[in-house]
C-alpha cells in the first residue's frame, strides 16, 4: 500500500491535507512537529511527503533538502 508522510503544524490542515490520499487507498501518517520526522522515517520510508513550508523548528524546504 501506498504511503504518505503529511507534516503541518497546524492540525486542522493537516487533516484535510490527509483526507483524500486516506480516501483513495493510501496509508497516511500525520505529524504536527517537525522535530518528530526523522523518527518516523526510522521507522518505515515513505512514497511522499508533503511539507509546510512556514513551520517553527525547521522549514519545510529546509527539511527536504536535509532529507536528501
Known amino acids: ?3 504518505v508522510l ?5 492540525p486542522y490542515i493537516t487533516d484535510i491535507v ?3 490520499p486516506g480516501q483513495r487507498g493510501f496509508e497516511v501518517v500525520s ?3 517537525t522535530r518528530l520526522v526523522t523518527d518516523a522515517l526510522s521507522r518505515r520510508p515513505f512514497d511522499v511527503m508533503i511539507l509546510d ?3 517553527p523548528h525547521v522549514l519545510g524546504m529546509d527539511l527536504a533538502e536535509q532529507l536528501r
Do not use: A, I, R, T
Request: hydrophobic share 40%; net charge negative; proline share 6%.
Open 6 to 10: 503529511v507534516v503541518d503544524d497546524e
Open 1 to 3: 500500500m501506498p504511503s
Open 31 to 33: 505529524l504536527n512537529d
Open 18 to 20: 490527509s483526507f483524500y
Open 53 to 55: 513550508h512556514m513551520m
